[in-house]
């Protein structure tokens, strides 16, 4: 098969599985490479899973990115905290004019400073404030307990 029937025939699978995502796909030497942006891990995993089931595809190059989520930052922080499995399920989040303010109890540590860390990777972001709780006695690195923490 020519490498231009194949980019064709990989173009329809993108086109069939990407549900209108921004995705673009080249093939050289049997080898499909996507570049753009899917809505989520499953829509990326799926496209690249369809190439490999084309007979003449030796091996995707997947440079698919997870597009962010749109909305108000608040809304854009909770889609992420869900998406990236932290369950704060007391949070509360407080957005105006650049400004997250997070609020609430955290069970671990790593949970209440996750929740920061994705604060900070929204655009528009220009000052984070973590108010956010952890019950007495919970492992933190500034109290140098180490327990429970991964190694």
Do not use: C, Y
Not at 3 to 11: C, G, H, I, M, N
Not at 14 to 36: I, N, Q, Y
Not at 52 to 59: E, F, G, I, K, T
Not at 136 to 151: H, I, M, Q, R, S
Request: charged share 25%.
């Amino acid at each position: 098969m020519s490498e231009q029937s194949l980019e064709e025939k990989a173009r329809r699978v993108v086109e069939g599985l990407g549900h209108g995502a921004p995705v673009s796909v080249s093939v050289l030497d049997a080898v499909a490479t996507l570049s753009g942006q899917v809505p989520d891990e499953e829509t990326r995993h799926r496209i690249e899973q369809g190439l490999l089931q084309l007979a003449d595809v030796r091996n995707v190059r997947n440079h698919l990115e997870i597009a962010p989520p749109g909305g108000p930052l608040r809304s854009q922080l909770l889609t992420l905290l869900e998406r990236e499995g932290v369950a704060l399920p007391s949070l509360q989040v407080q957005a105006q004019e650049g400004l997250i303010v997070l609020t609430g109890r955290a069970d671990h540590w790593f949970d209440r400073d996750a929740a920061e860390r994705l604060a900070w990777t929204l655009g528009g972001v220009r000052d984070v404030r973590n108010e956010i709780t952890l019950p007495e006695g919970a492992a933190t690195p500034e109290n140098g307990d180490d327990e429970g923490l991964p190694d």
